[in-house]
């Protein structure tokens, strides 16, 4: 069995864009390799692109920390991300530019997230 085939998982995550004015996507698939608590990943994401990260998985009692940078939005090629995680629900501030202004909007993002891994849910992957 190779390193992919142990660190790789697959996420679907539904969110809800609090104190944001744009329209956004709200459901997320996402696949993610983690190994020894750092992170590489792709997913759908809130502006209907493809994003990549490289990050670091902080894990405290019932709660997980993610950090790192991500591509994919159109605010900046690269910009840094942070999601707090406890059991499938997750919060992350974000922010918004409107465009034809110069308004920008902070907010944050709830969601809830679904793994499916070899195993669980009766999903399994062939060899």
Known sequence: MGVLDTC?????????????????????PHVQCEIAGYTTG???????????YLGKQWRKKDWIIDT?????YEAG???PM?????KRWYFAPT????????????GFI?????EFR???FGLIFSD
Not at 9 to 28: E, K, R
Not at 110 to 114: C, M, T
């Open 77 to 79: 090629t690269i910009q």
């Open 118 to 120: 070899k195993g669980a």
């Open 42 to 52: 792709i997913y759908y994401n809130s502006e209907s692109e493809l994003s990549f």
């Open 8 to 28: 790789l998982s697959l996420y679907l995550s539904l969110s809800i864009h609090t104190g944001m004015v744009g329209d956004y996507n709200n459901l997320h």
């Open 82 to 86: 942070i999601r707090f995680k406890r």
């Open 95 to 106: 922010y918004e530019i409107i465009k034809y202004s110069s308004r920008t909007n902070i």
């Open 68 to 72: 790192g940078l991500v591509t994919g």
């Open 110 to 114: 709830v969601g809830y997230e679904v």
